[in-house]
């Protein structure tokens, strides 16, 4: 397959996708170590029913790399 660009893609294996939602320094959630349910697109983070939302939403949903959207929202699909 070919991305966007022309250049070949595949998914993450888990452990890919761990470190680009949290970093190598072993924090817990893509922001750090405390869980806030109004940081990231989660069940409790709605007054509603629950819903998807666009990636950036959640500003403090963004990891050490720049990766956002990678502590709720959706599941990821990974390799393995």
């Known amino acids: 397959d070919r991305g966007a660009v022309g250049e070949p893609f595949r998914l993450p294996d888990e452990l890919e996708r761990e470190k680009a939602a949290r970093g190598a320094d072993g924090r ?26 666009a990636v950036g939403s959640f500003p403090k949903d963004e990891s050490p790399y720049g990766v956002c959207g990678l502590g709720g929202n959706v599941r990821d699909w990974c390799e393995n």
């Open 28 to 53: 817990l959630f893509p922001w750090g170590n405390h869980f806030d349910a109004t940081w990231s697109c989660v069940v409790d983070s709605h007054t509603g029913d629950p819903a998807r939302v």
